[in-house]
């Protein structure tokens, strides 16, 4: 059984900081890319950040410069520091997992239940 646990979300002034937990259980970790979306109310769910199981990392041009994905393979955890927020940060920010498969065979994605992000003052 494959879990996601989100964790560490809140609600902060803006300017503040947040660091968002995701906790993995049931996959390989080390071979799972890893991300962060999230979605306001009334809109669509936007990536946020990716850092695949190689390491690499991408970014939502809004987010660049503010938040930094990392993992931890040894804790099968991925974080999102989350700096200098922002009102229009505010949203439900779900963790991915995703393992790329080779030979045609469809990749594997799954999704924790969500922590809420309010940025307000």
């Known amino acids: 059984q494959v879990q996601l646990v989100e964790s560490g979300g809140g609600l902060v002034q803006p300017g503040g900081s947040l660091r968002l937990s995701c906790a993995a259980s049931?996959?390989?970790?080390?071979?799972?890319?890893m991300g962060w979306h999230r979605q306001a109310p009334g809109k669509q769910r936007e990536l946020v950040a990716v850092?695949?199981?190689?390491?690499?990392?991408n970014y939502a041009d809004s987010v660049k410069g503010r938040f930094t994905i990392s993992r931890d393979n040894a804790k099968n955890t991925v974080y999102l520091q989350m700096n200098s927020l922002k009102p229009e940060d505010t949203a439900v920010y779900y963790c991915?997992?995703?393992?790329?498969?080779?030979?045609?065979?469809?990749?594997?994605?799954?999704w924790g239940q969500g922590t809420q992000v309010t940025v307000s003052s």
């Open positions: 991915n997992a995703n393992r790329r498969r080779i030979g045609g065979l469809p990749s594997q994605n799954y």
């Open positions: 049931g996959i390989i970790f080390s071979i799972n890319d």
């Open positions: 850092i695949t199981s190689g390491g690499s990392t």
